[in-house]
């Protein structure tokens, strides 16, 4: 397991999009703390291999991580590039984990945070 590193820009105002790029199976992306982002967005793209599958984690302490949910309660859970989730929670620190996969599967994450 390896942590990937956030590419993040401002392309409009009170928005933020971050990227978490080579994310391979098993890998997490590092915390970023969007609260200020309350409205989020969240898509995976690239090879996801047999099974590839990558979970939204959000923490309060950047310790202690639980899965987050979209809108209808589903706890997030991105297994093809054509899925695109709502984020339901707002927590302090918001992370990617690729949670299964193959030697394949190599992802890129990204969030999209408005204000």
Known sequence: MATRNAVSQAPEELRLKCDW???LNTDVGDAQAL???PMKAVQAIGTFGVG???AIEGSMDGTNWGAL???TGTAIALTAATIVRDVLEN???I?????AGDGATTLTLMLWGAA
């Open 91 to 93: 927590p302090r620190f």
């Open 95 to 99: 992370r990617p984990r690729v949670t």
């Open 21 to 23: 790029a080579g994310l």
């Open 35 to 37: 609260s200020h982002y």
């Open 52 to 54: 590839g599958s990558v």
């Open 69 to 71: 949910r979209d809108s």
